[in-house]
């Protein structure tokens, strides 16, 4: 089993997502997933920024496009690879 990075956290945040999809089910506009999970880390006292535009590095470079991520808690840096 891969061992998660902010394990105490993460555990947390997929809770709030399945509080969000017990209540609410499918079918919403995304916007209004994001209001509800939100809702769930106010009422956690987790951390974040809605919206937060983060720089896109791709072997050494730096793009000038941004990218907008959702939801950033605990002001964790989110790590992707391609």
């Given amino acids: 089993m891969t061992e998660l990075l902010y394990e105490e ?6 809770g709030a997502a399945k509080e969000v999809y017990k209540e609410l089910g499918r079918g919403f506009l995304e916007s209004v997933y994001e209001d509800a999970f939100c809702y769930e880390l106010d009422k956690l006292n987790i951390a974040y920024e ?11 470079v730096i793009f000038e496009r941004k990218y907008k991520a959702d939801v950033i808690v605990e002001n964790k840096n989110p790590c992707f690879s391609v």
């Fill in 9 to 14: 956290l993460s555990y947390k945040l997929i």
């Fill in 50 to 60: 809605r919206q937060k535009e983060l720089d896109v590095h791709y072997k050494k």
